[in-house]
């Protein structure tokens, strides 16, 4: 049995008392504070959670959506690569302007260790004419980057 104060009054009442002996008001029983989640179930339920979330993640991909995301990949180091070559060797390499929507890329072996990346590209010439060409990179792969084998520019 523990006091309180009642909220019309404010006189002492016990908690086991249904009204206030002074005045007649309900007594209001204080909420009992609640009490604070253990922290190794905390842990454990953030832990639970996480490995739904990261499990139902996996299991959305394919074995083909991984590959075509490793594919991806690939082509993308494999062009920037390619790009790096033809601006270094271009006559003004800040007027270089990438057609990207006509690029075209292909492997040239079952083990997709060697490629040719196509890469339409306006750039200005030695007359400060821009003009529209295509970069035709060789490339092989080695360990987790590509080189370059071959650069040719085709007009």
């Known amino acids: 049995m523990a006091l309180v104060k009642c909220h019309e009054c404010g006189k002492d009442v016990s908690t ?3 009204v206030c002996p002074s005045c007649g008001a309900k007594v209001v029983k204080p909420k ?3 009490k604070p989640m253990s922290p190794i179930i905390k842990y454990s339920l953030l832990g639970v959670v996480g490995f739904i979330f990261i499990n139902t993640y996996l299991q959305s991909q394919s074995p083909e959506d991984v ?3 490793a594919n991806h990949e690939n082509i993308g180091m494999a062009e920037v690569v390619c790009k790096m070559a033809f601006e270094k060797n271009a006559k003004n390499p800040d007027s270089v302007d990438w057609i990207r929507a006509e690029r075209q890329f292909q492997f040239t072996n079952a083990e997709k260790t060697t490629a040719i990346s196509t890469q339409p590209v306006r750039a ?3 007359f400060n004419a821009t003009v529209k060409s ?3 990179c060789e490339l092989e792969k080695k360990g987790d980057k ?3 084998v071959s650069i040719k520019e085709q007009k």
């Open 67 to 69: 590959e075509a995301k």
């Open 16 to 18: 086991e008392a249904k």
């Open 134 to 136: 295509v970069a035709v």
């Open 124 to 126: 200005k010439n030695s």
């Open 146 to 148: 590509w080189e370059l």
């Open 32 to 34: 009992e504070p609640k």
